[in-house]
């Protein structure tokens, strides 16, 4: 049985590159009918919080992630740690360590002096038993030091191949502090063993890591997890991915209005791919397909523009009603909604985020595309106002346009066009004229759908009022030191 664990810790917000880990992690246990394990590696209390660990599971959640045991909190497992390091000292396989920092920081700069490479010498493994006895009655801080053996670590990465490496390069490396306080090895270990994890799947950086957590699989009898080492996510620039490219908390592309699976499948296509099309893919279509062998070792490039794309694909791809679900929450938090938009305007509503949707690419861009249709407010962009407000000629047309609107029975867009067009057509202007004011007038810009289509959304009442702001409108020209023509 497939068991594995995605172990974030609470110093911050949930970073894009632990989402694709905790994604692959997932895939992979759901593909083999597995067990998805979650843990909080939150030792470091001086850093971790609650409310960063109430985030990451908020993100976990958005993006559609769940797990089958779990949130494991390491920090209420201070005793067993303690204990099983306890454990391997009395087996001779790990030992005390009086030495302090200071003296030890020494040493490393003593032997950089003389050009040489420093590791941890085991001054403290020679000590005699009466020696360490007395140290620790005298109440002497002591860190515990795993022992490492002679021999060679060699493993089958899963993403890599083979990998080897010299135990006389691994220094004893310490598995509890002298505050009592357990290292990330030791912790990582502990855990995965109780737990019983058969993959560790994470990031590259963790490699360096490897050949001593096997060593304390050995130490402790216990069954050693396949690996595989995932490459890291870079940045535009070629760099590893961090705060300088921009955002990369997985709650900030939620809050600016990516859709969870257009998130879900721009995060999973990094370094791995469902299949051979650019297109949205369904949870079950990933999780039937997934596997480590397909991963790739090169690095993948945080590409926010195939983001977009992907975000934009499956907002007009998405069942209007599915999408109008989605859309909810961002037109509450504005008091946008109205239960009216499910009941009695149902088919205006729908019928109008279908002809918006083409033009958005988050969430955020349609909220802010069908504020004009269904608010009375309306913000007037300053640059729209200035190139097709400013002509003097608008304060006689304009009334005689809202006349012939008013006069119609059928406020469709074909109707709207045909008297539009003749209208121009018999003061002597090009439509134009016409259709750019106008379409200011109605949403505030000089962008939007098609202007006839907008006018029988609008309505013939709101596309009258909306006119009639043209003098207000204009007053956004002297605030802004634009002038009329």
């Known amino acids: 049985m497939v068991r594995v664990r995605f172990a974030p810790s609470p110093t911050g917000h949930l970073h894009v590159g632990a989402l694709r880990t905790a994604l692959f992690n997932w895939l992979f246990a759901r593909h083999h ?16 919080s609650e409310e960063m660990s109430r985030s990451i599971l908020e993100a976990l959640r958005w993006v559609g992630l769940d797990w089958d045991e779990g949130p494991i909190y390491q920090s209420q497992r201070f005793a067993l740690y303690r204990e099983r390091a306890r454990q391997l000292v009395e087996k001779g396989l790990a030992y005390y360590c009086f030495c302090s920092p200071e003296e030890i920081e020494q040493r490393r700069q003593e032997a950089q002096a003389r050009g040489e490479h420093w590791k941890y010498d085991r001054r403290c493994l020679n000590l005699s038993q009466e020696e360490k006895e007395k140290l620790l009655a005298e109440g002497r801080p002591a860190a515990i030091r795993f022992l490492v053996p002679e021999g060679v670590i060699k493993y089958e990465d899963l993403v890599h191949g083979p990998i080897s490496v010299d135990n006389r390069n691994i220094e004893d490396f310490v598995l509890l502090r002298s505050d009592g306080l357990p290292t990330y090895h030791l912790s990582v270990v502990v855990d995965d063993i109780d737990t019983r994890i058969t993959h560790v799947i994470r990031g590259d ?30 940045g535009p620039d070629r760099k590893k991915l961090s705060k300088r490219h921009g955002d990369t908390s997985v709650l900030s592309f939620r809050d600016k209005g990516y859709l969870p699976l257009a998130f879900f499948n721009f995060m999973a296509q990094l370094s791995w791919s469902p299949g051979p099309e650019e297109r949205i893919y369904s949870i079950e279509e990933m999780v039937r397909d997934f596997s480590l062998e397909r991963i790739s070792k090169g690095s993948p490039v945080f590409d926010l523009a195939k983001l977009e794309w992907l975000n934009s694909r499956l907002i007009n791809e998405l069942p209007v009603n599915e999408l109008i679900s989605q859309l909810r929450p961002w037109l509450e938090r504005e008091r946008l909604w109205r239960e009216e938009f499910l009941k009695d305007k149902k088919d205006w509503f729908e019928k109008l985020v279908i002809l918006i949707r083409s033009r958005c690419r988050t969430l955020v861009d349609l909220k802010e595309m069908l504020r004009p249709f269904i608010s009375d407010k309306i913000n007037y962009d300053p640059e729209a106002v200035k190139k097709y407000l400013s002509d003097n000629r608008l304060e006689q047309l304009l009334p005689i346009l809202k006349k012939d609107f008013q006069a119609l029975e059928n406020f469709t867009a074909a109707e709207t066009e045909r008297v539009l067009r003749e209208r121009a057509e018999k003061e002597g202007v090009k439509a134009a004229a016409l259709i750019h004011p106008l379409r200011v007038l109605l949403v505030g810009k000089s962008v939007s759908p098609g202007i006839f289509d907008v006018l029988e959304f609008m309505g013939k009442e709101k596309t009258l009022a909306r006119i009639d702001n043209f003098s207000e409108a204009r007053k956004i020209l002297q605030a802004h030191g634009g002038g009329v023509s």
Do not use: C, M, W
Request: net charge positive.
């Open 33 to 48: 009918h597995g067990t998805f394990i979650l843990r909080i590696e939150d030792t470091d209390l001086a850093r971790s």
């Open 205 to 234: 950086d963790h490699i360096s890591n490897t050949p001593k957590q096997i060593l304390l699989y050995r130490a402790f009898a216990a069954p050693v997890p396949r690996f595989a080492h995932l490459p890291l996510i870079l």
